[in-house]
């Protein structure tokens, strides 16, 4: 399941435009630079394929597993 | 089930690029393959001059801040003095193509064992939006108000082509990073780059294919549609040179 | 005992800088000092070090930059239109504060100039290697004795100062032969805790940039400043026959090795005359010059192979009008020459003050 960092999130929209199953939009709230950040609006419909992490530029959306290699 | 987690070799904080910028996803791509080969603590990232100096504020693993164009040069100077360490020049196409074109070329023929990280956004984005060597034909800068005219300023330059006429590097190759295959291709290639690096193979390049949302004047959606139609026919993505999977 | 050979200038300069631990090396060809770079180009690769023939002068100081980062004692050298492509690199060196040496085997300017010796970037040496406002020690030796002297410690002052270190001499220097003592070679340190080197043992993000935030920027030009002023207990000086003189020559280099000759000839002839000859040229000798006697002294003499002097104002500026400061030189690549030196010094003798 993502999981959306909004104090990262510059409101850029990749991630709901390449969601390949319409889960994402830009919520109505703002962080504290200003920018209006994503939502999981359809938490029930994603597949965690991580696409919206793939093109975030600043690395906001994770995806969490087991532990991946990465972690540390 | 994918799984995605954030490198700790960026800071964990907003980078100081642009809303959409793809130089802040290169970042993050390039930090991400250095954690998956386990070089955290081996890798120096070569940070030269225009909007890729922001990394000096972001990039948390080892770093070498230098004069503009001459990544390749100071890098060498690394690499030659400790072969073991994992090197790299992160270079934007004002520095690498225009200023540095010179190092760049040198670099890679003496074949120069570290890798070139090399994103082309077609314009000089931290100076406020001027002519670069890769500007695209007809395409509006600061110092090309009407257009970029090649019988006053000549052609996109084309660096994967251009290096691909050497014989001395290894790995030569471009990809797009407007979309999510793009993106995952150049992951691998950076991967690839580096694993011939650590190798100890020779010159690797990587050329990625960024956008400008600031100083192309465009929504950072409609930057990726820009590159779709303009940027990803004249530069095209794809491996240029590959000696390991020319000798198989 | 060192180990004696005969040698070329920029030969003895090479081969001291190996002994001074020197490991990496990267240059452009330009005559006259292209000794120095066809020597390292065999000799560092027999103590493990690195020779690189760069591409420009531009890329081959930033070369030096980058090993110098890890903590590799490096240099590079070239002649006067080659130091001005360095400018920039010089100028990345002091703002990263990293050590390094770089040599100037001058000829004669401006431009292209003349492939001939010359002292003329005197001023460039002590005033601006670069752009920015930074100072670089400058050494100036008169034989390659001393010049081998002076690499020898080279990167002890850049280490030190985490700065730059300048060495200013000609081609005459570069390339006469003469008999040197070498010292034995230095054991290296691990590289320092600054450095980007992980050798020594460092596991935290090392970092190094040549831009900074406003008032750090601010803050690190003023303790530079304060590094310029404490050079001046580094100051070295040769004061020749200085004791009863009434004619104080002034001059560095190659223009003191002809000007210690004429102070023979004149003083045989009776001639109350003394060489004062600073071998660091930045800092320069101020007190030594400001302190002479001048209720004896009837006048200073600059020499210098280049046309018109450029140390004359640091001269002027100790001397304050207290004796009439006299020229001569030489420019473009014509070497000074015992004749006329002698023949310009019994002009200003004989002129007195009305020559001034």
């Known amino acids: ?72 | 089930m994918a799984e995605y987690k954030r490198s700790n070799l960026i800071a964990d904080a907003p980078s100081g690029y642009c809303p959409g910028c793809l130089h802040s996803l290169a970042t993050r791509l390039v930090s991400d393959v250095i954690c998956e080969l386990g070089q955290e603590d081996n890798s120096i990232n070569v940070i030269s001059v225009g909007c890729s100096a922001l990394n000096l504020l972001y990039w948390k693993g080892d770093f070498l801040g230098v004069a503009h164009g001459r990544a390749p040069a100071s890098a060498t100077g690394i690499k030659r003095t400790n072969p073991e360490r994992l090197v790299f020049t992160y270079q934007g196409d004002g520095d690498l193509a225009a200023i540095g074109l010179a190092e760049i070329v040198s670099a890679a023929n003496r074949g120069e064992n570290f890798t070139v990280i090399f994103a082309n956004n077609q314009t000089y984005g931290m100076t406020g939006g001027q002519l670069a060597p890769t500007t695209l034909i007809g395409q509006k800068t600061t110092t090309t108000v009407y257009g970029r005219d090649p019988a006053v300023a000549g052609y996109p330059m084309r660096m994967c082509e251009l290096l691909n006429t050497l014989e001395a590097p290894q790995y030569i190759a471009r990809f797009a990073l407007n979309s999510p295959k793009g993106i995952n291709q150049a992951r691998a290639g950076i991967k690839k780059a580096f694993e011939y690096q650590l190798a100890g193979k020779g010159f690797t390049f990587i050329e990625l294919l960024t956008n400008c949302p600031t100083n192309w004047k465009m929504s950072p959606l409609d930057t990726l549609e820009y590159m779709n139609e303009n940027t990803i026919p004249y530069f095209k993505p794809g491996v240029y040179r590959d000696k390991e999977a020319e000798v198989k | 005992m060192g180990e004696k050979r005969f040698m070329k200038g920029n030969e003895a300069i090479a081969e001291a800088a190996v002994r001074a631990g020197c490991r990496f090396f990267a240059g452009y060809p330009i005559t006259p000092q292209n000794e120095i770079p066809e020597y390292l180009s065999w000799r560092l690769p027999e103590v493990g070090g690195v020779f690189v023939q760069g591409e420009s002068e531009i890329s081959s100081v930033n070369m030096v930059y980058g090993a110098a980062a890890m903590g590799t004692r490096a240099m590079t050298s070239s002649s006067g239109p080659g130091i001005s492509l360095k400018a920039e690199g010089i100028s990345y060196l002091a703002a990263a504060m990293l050590p390094a040496v770089i040599v100037n085997i001058s000829r004669g300017g401006p431009g292209l100039g003349s492939i001939q010796p010359a002292q003329s970037d005197y001023l460039q040496a002590t005033k601006a290697l670069g752009h920015g406002g930074f100072h670089a020690m400058v050494f100036a030796p008169y034989s390659a004795q001393e010049a081998v002297d002076v690499l020898y410690e080279a990167w002890d002052y850049a280490e030190r100062d985490r700065n730059p270190v300048f060495v200013l001499m000609d081609g005459c220097l570069g390339n006469i032969m003469e008999e040197v003592e070498l010292p034995p070679m230095k054991e290296l340190d691990e590289p320092p805790e600054w450095s980007l080197s992980r050798r020594n043992g460092r596991d935290w993000q090392g970092n190094i940039t040549p831009i900074y935030t406003e008032p750090i920027l601010e803050g690190l030009n003023a303790m530079a400043g304060e590094m310029y002023k404490s050079w001046e207990d580094d100051v070295k000086v040769e004061e020749y026959m200085l004791d009863d003189a009434e004619y104080v020559i002034v001059a560095y280099g190659i223009a003191a090795r002809v000007s210690k000759e004429a102070v023979d000839t004149l003083r045989a002839r009776g001639v109350k005359i003394g060489l004062l000859r600073p071998i660091t040229l930045f800092p320069f000798p101020k007190s030594n010059l400001r302190n002479l006697d001048y209720s004896r002294v009837k006048g200073i003499i600059d020499i210098e192979m280049t046309l018109p002097a450029q140390m004359r104002e640091d001269i002027e500026l100790q001397v304050m009008e207290r004796c009439p400061v006299y020229e001569y030189g030489r420019s473009g690549g014509v070497l000074l020459d015992d004749d006329g030196v002698l023949e310009a010094i019994e002009g200003f003798i004989e002129g007195g003050e009305n020559n001034g």
């Not at chain 1, 959306?4 to 409101?11: E, T, Y």
């Open chain 1, 1 to 72: 399941m993502v999981e959306i960092n909004p104090i990262l999130c510059k409101s850029c929209g990749y991630c709901v435009r390449f969601c390949p199953k319409q889960v994402l939009s830009i919520g109505k709230t703002r962080n504290k630079r200003g920018f209006f950040y994503p939502e999981l609006s359809d938490p029930d419909n994603c597949i965690s394929c991580a696409v919206c992490a793939t093109v975030c530029p600043e690395g906001a959306i994770e995806l969490p597993g087991k532990g991946g290699e990465n972690d540390g």
